[in-house]
């Protein structure tokens, strides 16, 4: 079983993602402090947390092996940052996505922590080079960089300032293995990472089949939705060529002059503007209404798919 003994993080910002990295740290046994600059967004974020807290309990969806009273006794608000890091193994930076607010952050931090604590970013696009420059402790810095909604899509990309020691990665990569996440090593720094830079091919490629009338935007929904992502919850875009075929050798044998054919019939960056966005905003809205109560609701639709789908991925067996 876990228990609090596995140590304290730190987490600066008690935003979505912040509260996020709190339960799942939680989860894993570890004594968390919720640092934040007032009062009411820690009183604010806390209440949250036991609700939803509550409610995964209820539903059987709570990670860890301690029940929500357990867990939620390990976490405690702090408004004094100098407090907050004391005795902490690792501090999870998630403060909006500002670079100037971010480096602010990390220098007073650099200021005050000893040469053990990692010192981790949730950015998603801020490179390691911009937020960590200049740091004494640039070896112990790295960005782990999750996605919305961590609690229940596990993947954590761990991105090294070209300074990180390897030691760094390795006591986060195992850190987040602890708390039930799948981190992956990005080897190097490069803009949008990993993760969003296939989302933004994606993202384009779907943009421009319907800017050029092949598909509308609810049916190009359902191409993912009841097709790629189909596989894709389970199996990534390489081992899908790898199975569609004899093994890779084969398939790029006989698909690869195809492929390329294809991929030369790729248009231009799209502005994301004009008609097409009207168009898009058009059934997007049909679909769910943009005002707050609709989208609300749709997100917690969302959220409850993918508490299922996690659940289904930790019953099947692994390979």
């Known amino acids: 079983m876990a228990s609090p003994a596995a140590g304290v993080v730190v987490i600066v910002g008690s935003g979505l993602i912040g509260r996020s990295w709190a339960m799942l740290f939680a989860s894993g046994g570890f004594r968390v402090k919720l640092y934040d600059i007032e009062q009411q967004q820690v009183t604010n974020a806390l209440e949250n947390i036991r609700k939803e807290m509550t409610f995964l309990e209820q539903s059987g969806s709570l990670k860890g092996s301690l029940g929500a009273q357990d867990q939620l006794s390990l976490i405690s608000g702090c408004l004094n940052i100098q407090e907050a890091v004391e005795g902490a193994l690792h501090i999870q930076e998630c403060v909006p996505e500002n670079l100037e607010l971010k480096k602010k952050i990390f220098a007073q931090l650099d200021q005050i922590i000893d040469d053990q604590v990692v010192l981790s970013s949730s950015t998603s696009c801020l490179l390691p080079s911009q937020l960590f420059a200049g740091l004494a402790h640039v070896q112990q810095c790295l960005v782990a960089h999750p996605v ?172």
């Open 148 to 319: 919305n909604p961590p609690y229940y899509v596990p993947l954590v990309e761990l991105v090294p300032h070209p300074e990180t020691a390897s030691a760094t990665v390795d006591r986060t990569h195992a850190l987040m293995r602890k708390i039930g996440q799948s981190p992956v090593r990005v080897l190097k720094e490069m803009d949008g990472f990993v993760l969003n830079r296939l989302q933004y091919a994606v993202i384009s490629e779907a943009w421009r089949l319907v800017e050029e009338g092949i598909v509308s935007p609810s049916d190009l929904d359902l191409v993912m939705s009841d097709g790629l992502g189909m596989r894709y919850a389970f199996i990534g875009p390489l081992e899908t060529m790898h199975l569609n075929a004899e093994g890779m050798l084969s398939y790029c044998d006989r698909y690869s002059e195809g492929m390329k054919h294809v991929l030369k019939t790729f248009g231009p960056i799209p502005e994301f503007s004009g008609a097409t966005v009207e168009k898009v905003n058009q059934a997007m809205c049909l679909k769910v209404p943009a005002d707050p109560e609709h989208l609300a609701a749709r997100r917690r639709w969302r959220d409850e798919c993918l508490q299922r789908l996690a659940q289904l991925k930790r019953q099947m067996p692994s390979q």
